[in-house]
Every structure is written in C-alpha cells, then in structure tokens.
C-alpha cells in the first residue's frame, strides 16, 4: 500500500468514529428519532473491508450501517443529514439510521430485519452471474443473524448456485442482550459455513490491516468464480447495542478490557511502529475529521425536512 492509502483508512475509521459521537449527542438533545445502533469499536472491520473491494463490488450490510455507509464512500454530510431526517439525506430523510442507502456507490442498504438482507445478497449475487458481470456482493451481517432461518437458506444456496458472494459474519459478540455463547449452539460462528461446504477463515477485527489482507485474499477468491466464501470477524461494540441500552449483560471491566484494544489506537501505533507517518500527520488527520464532522452537523441542522409530498415519492423503482 502506498502511504496515501495508509492514511485514507486512518481517516475513514476517525471520521466514522467522531460523526457517531456527534450523532449520540444529537439524539440525546432529541435531533435524532427512532433507533440509533452505533458502531463504535468495530470501525476498523468495515474499514479494511470495503477497502479491499472493487467499485463494481456491491456492499449490503444490517442496520450498524452509519460506518459502512461513509466507507462506500457516501459523504458525512448525508449521512448526518439522514439521521435527523432531512431532505438532503443518502436516503432523502426517509431511511433514517437503519436505511442508509446508494446503489450509485454499491451500497445497497441499511436492513432493520435480522438476517433478511442475506437471501437478498444472494439474489444480487445471482443477478451478476446471470449478467456474467465480474462484480461480487459482499454482505455484513451479526453474530445474532447466523442464528436466523434466512442466513441457512441464504448459505445453503449460494453453495448450490456457486454465487460470488462473501458473507461476512461481524462477531461482536452479542446479540442485544445475549452473549453468543446462550444463543448459538456452535461458539466459533465459522463452522456454521462448514455445514454448508462453504470455505471460510476467523480474523482479528480490532487490527484494520489484517481485516483488509483478510478481505483481499477473500475477495480474489470468490471473484475467481469458486462460489462463496465465509469470513467470521471478531470484534467488539464499545457502546450499548442502541441508544439507551442499561448494559446490564456485561461487565464494565470486560468492556474496558475491549476498550484498550481500540481499533484506532491499535492502528495509529502501527502507522508509527512502521513510521509510515508522524504523530504530527495523524494529529492533522484528526484535526480534520473533527472539522468534516462539525459542518456535517450544521448542513445536517441547516437542511430542510421532506415535504409532505415525498411521502409519495420513490416508492417504485423507475422502470428501465
Ligand atoms: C427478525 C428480527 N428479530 C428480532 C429483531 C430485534 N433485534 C434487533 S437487533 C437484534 C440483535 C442482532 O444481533 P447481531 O446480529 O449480532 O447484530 P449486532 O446488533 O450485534 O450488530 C435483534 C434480536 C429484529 N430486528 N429482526
Ligand atoms: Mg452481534
């Protein structure tokens, strides 16, 4: 990688990390209805991720998808701005926090229903094999949805059809309130793709280089036409599982423990051990997502609601 890229994921994870920030602080002043899942601590796993990936190659992801979202490339302005259901929104205001959306930039959504984005990554990944088109779907997804009948129907026939797709299992470690140990009967998620014959590997999601190696290698293979292939991601929330969550399902030390391992933290000291760049570079990179994050909250504030009329709009998608 040239230094220039090593600096982008240094950014994509700060700017991801200081527009949630901002974002809880929004909803507590009451700026931001509905639900609000945030991402903080699993930055680095959507980060090398979506590096690794091609512009042809379709992202869909759950409802932790703010991070996501500005990895694919959709600025924090309309990100922010969907989130207090503005017009000038990814998704017009009318998405809001779950329903971050833009097939301009290959990314398919922002899924409220646990696992049912995974038949539809399926189905994308069946419409560029009909098309032989060279692209791959790459889909996110929880610990809590490989327990969910759709993930097993999804698996099962993207072995049948040999689909490219890469399902990617971000193991945070609970679901809600429940660790994966009371919920899933396999504790390492990664057999699950066994029982379908799917090839798969399990990487440290708190270390964005070893996720974007992971990927490519992930990403080479399914792109080479050898069907599917699993990738178990283990990484952690730092926050609760949506705004207003009590917490009383884990212990503060255990969150602390996590907490030392932060992502950012983690690859800021690598970009220093490997003088990739200076203490003084990265401070002005922070700097600067600070700023980004600042005028996205004002174009946020400052931008119209829908009309009523939109109500109507976008319903259908436009016959081609
Ligand atoms: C079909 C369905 N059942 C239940 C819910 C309620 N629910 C929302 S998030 C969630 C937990 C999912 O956990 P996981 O897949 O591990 O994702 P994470 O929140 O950890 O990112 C549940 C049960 C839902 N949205 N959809
Ligand atoms: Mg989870």
Request: with cysteine; hydrophobic share 40%; net charge negative.
């Amino acid at each position: 990688m040239e230094k220039e890229e090593y600096l982008d994921l240094y950014y994509q994870m700060v700017l991801i990390r200081r527009v949630e920030e901002a974002a809880a602080q929004l909803y507590q002043q009451g700026k931001i209805g509905g639900f609000l899942h945030l991402y903080i601590g699993q930055e680095a796993v959507s980060t090398g991720l979506i590096s690794a990936r091609q512009p042809q190659d379709r992202v869909i992801t759950a409802y932790r998808d703010h991070g996501v979202a500005i990895n694919c490339g959709i600025p924090a302005q309309k990100v922010m701005a969907e989130l207090l259901g503005k017009a000038t929104g990814v998704s017009k205001g009318k998405g809001g926090s779950m329903h971050m959306a833009d097939v301009n930039k290959n990314f398919w959504g922002g899924h409220a229903i646990v696992g049912a984005h995974l038949p539809l990554a399926a189905g994308l990944a069946l419409g560029d094999q009909y098309l032989g088109n060279d692209a791959i779907t790459i889909c996110m997804f929880g610990d809590g949805a490989t327990n969910i009948g759709y993930f097993h129907e999804a698996l099962n026939l993207s072995k049948v059809w040999n689909l490219p797709v890469l399902w990617v299992c971000e193991n945070n470690q609970y679901g809600m309130g429940t660790a994966v140990e009371r919920a899933s009967a396999v504790s390492e998620i990664r057999q699950k793709a066994e029982g379908y014959c799917i090839p798969n590997d399990c990487v440290d999601g708190m270390d964005v280089l070893k996720v974007r190696q992971a990927a490519e290698e992930a990403i080479r293979f399914v792109r080479q036409n050898n069907g599917p292939f699993f990738l178990e991601i283990e990484t952690y929330r730092f926050r609760g599982h949506s705004m207003g969550d009590p917490e009383r399902y884990r212990k503060p030390e255990e969150v602390k423990k996590w907490e030392e391992n932060d992502p950012i933290g983690i690859y800021r000291n690598q970009i220093i051990n490997l003088q990739i760049a200076s203490e003084e570079e990265l401070d002005l990179l922070e700097k600067k997502a600070e700023k980004e994050t600042a005028e996205a909250v004002q174009f946020a504030e400052n931008s119209p609601e829908p009309p009523p009329e939109a109500l109507f709009e976008h319903i259908y998608a436009d016959a081609q």
